[in-house]
């Protein structure tokens, strides 16, 4: 009887309109049958998933996403694996500059500018990219930066001289592709579940610094430095062969909710199936939609506008700049790492390697805990305001506070992510074990690994339909924050100490957390105020 009344107070109001982000709306007669066929999701609470009963026939194109539940994790983590080439591209030599600075003949900061470069370029050129993703797709988005990731690795392995190393890694890094899965998670999946799913997203933001220290730290020391580019080609070219072949077009704009065949340009073998299977269950084609989509298919030159339109956004901004000091403490710990263990402990190059993977514990256990926090905390708000939730249909957000409903969660995690950083310093300027560090170590992977996670959902909830775009806006800061810390850690440690070095670039991310506390209380008012803006 409860979830009668509260259908018929929400029931037409549902019906007669969708999200103001394009998305589906909620139809009539599905909102009447979702009331009354609640799913178990958590205890004492219910996720509903509603039916696609219209017209007597089940009718899937309605749905926020055709895609199935298999399959949308599938595109994800396939997205996510595409993207740990471009993060474990950033590391990998991190453990080899020493013994690359000595067969090139340069000092081991000429080495460090390879790294400054890289990030600069990871920083500016997936806002082409992202932008390119949204108009022509996502598959030629990522196939044009594997072109790119392989040309460079080949050139990479055959160079010998530091000219051609910086050339080199400012192209490879230009073939960065780490926010398209962002962007693959905004296609096709509703805000009540992007938590979980942007966990799937992040496992190569995560696993690729984690990882590619080992990898390159073991590589180096057995076969030489020139073999980690070699491994890397070769990983491009074995992860580019199953993408072409197979990675679904999502894009909106082209495919709307993947229930639009894409033109031939972003067709695979897996769409050519899935659409030859629609057909033969009597799924028929809105041929109206897949003219106008079609029509408006462009492959032209990028234009990086939307993203300086989302760094220009009040709320964005504030947001951002969180987000920059969070990992301005995260390289500079990474950048720092393999000095500062060699000069007080006397590590390998793989011994350093093993230390490194506290902070990949850390990011790992982070990526999948705060998932689940921010999807619970979404319905427990939901819940509260007695508004339905869906698997199927993405909720107005308008009234909504999601601003609220992320940062809860993620305030704290950003504040442990701060203290672990500060811990770090001081215990580098002790006569101490080895094994603290280690576990401030794990600390700030747990806690700057959630703070990137809450603000990546977070932002793809205040900009709905830019979800590349809004992944490439963060990409950009952190990128080049990263670069600017890389370069300075070395001599701002060296001249204030461990100690000091790292405490102040934690006080600069406490102080930004003054940006998401105004958000968590405002941003809604900010939301509605754009909104009647036209903006």
């Known amino acids: 009887m409860a979830s009668e009344q509260r259908g018929a107070i929400i029931l037409n109001e549902l019906a007669a309109k969708g999200s103001p982000q394009n998305d589906a709306p909620y139809p009539a007669t599905a909102v009447a049958a979702n009331l009354a066929q609640p799913t178990e999701c958590s205890k004492g609470e219910t996720l509903h998933s509603i039916p696609m009963v219209l017209n007597g026939s089940q009718d899937n194109e309605s749905r926020y996403s055709v895609f199935t539940e298999s399959q949308k994790r599938a595109i994800i ?4 694996f595409c993207g740990l080439l471009s993060y474990m591209s950033s590391s990998i030599f991190y453990p ?23 990030l600069i370029t990871q920083g500016i050129a997936p806002t082409m990219i992202a932008e390119f993703s ?42 960065s592709c780490g926010t398209l899965s962002q962007g693959l998670v905004g296609d096709c999946i509703v805000s009540a579940e992007r938590g979980k799913y942007i966990a799937y997203a ?4 995560i696993l690729g610094p984690s990882l590619s220290p080992i990898l390159g730290g073991v590589i180096s020391q057995k076969a030489g430095w020139r073999w980690i580019f070699w491994f890397l080609l070769i990983f491009s070219v074995a992860v580019f062969i199953p993408i072409a072949l197979f990675l679904p077009e999502t894009c909106r704009k082209v495919v709307d909710n993947g229930s639009i065949p894409p033109p031939w340009v972003c067709s695979n073998i897996s769409d050519w199936r899935r659409f030859r299977n629609r057909a033969s269950r009597g799924i028929p084609v809105d041929r109206e939609k897949q003219i106008e989509l079609h029509r408006n298919y462009r492959l032209k030159i990028p234009n990086p506008i939307s993203t300086l339109t989302v760094l220009s956004d009040f709320e964005s901004a504030l947001l951002l700049v969180t987000l920059s000091f969070a990992m301005a403490c995260y390289y500079a710990i990474l950048t720092n790492i393999s000095k500062t263990l060699y000069n007080l402990y006397n590590f390998s ?9 506290s902070i990949g514990g850390g ?11 921010l999807d619970w905390n979404y319905r427990r708000h939901a819940k509260r305001l007695n508004l339905p939730l869906s698997r199927d249909y993405q909720m107005d957000l308008s009234n909504f506070p999601i601003e609220l409903s992320r940062l809860q969660v993620g305030l704290p995690a950003m504040l ?40 990546n959902v977070l932002m793809s909830d205040i900009h709905p339909g830019q979800f590349a775009v809004a992944a490439a806006a963060r990409n950009i800061c952190q990128c080049l924050v990263g670069a600017a810390t890389s370069a300075i850690i070395e001599p701002m440690s060296t001249a204030m100490g461990n100690g000091w070095a790292y405490t102040t670039l934690a006080m600069l991310f406490i102080f930004s957390l003054t940006g998401p506390w105004a958000t968590m209380r405002h941003g809604m008012e900010w939301r509605k105020i754009k909104s009647e803006k036209g903006q």
């Open 363 to 373: 990011s790992i256990l982070s990526s999948f805990t705060i998932g689940i926090f």
């Open 96 to 118: 080899a500059v020493d013994q690359i600075s000595r067969d090139l003949g340069v000092s081991s900061s000429k080495i460090n500018l390879t790294i400054t470069v890289f």
């Open 134 to 175: 949204e108009k022509a797709g996502r598959r030629p988005a990522y196939i044009l930066c594997f072109v790119i990731s392989i040309i460079a690795n080949l050139g990479l392995g055959l160079q010998n001289n530091y000219f051609a190393l910086l050339f080199l890694r400012i192209l490879q890094s230009a073939g």
């Open 349 to 357: 190059n793989v011994q350093i390697s093993l230390a490194a993977l």
């Open 416 to 455: 442990l992510g701060a203290l672990g950083a500060i811990g770090y310093g001081w215990t580098l300027s002790s006569d101490i074990s080895v094994a603290v560090p280690i576990v401030f170590l794990f600390i700030v992977g747990y806690g700057i690994t959630a703070t990137t996670q809450v603000l």
């Open 202 to 205: 992040s496992v190569s933001m």
């Open 77 to 80: 983590l396939s997205g996510s």
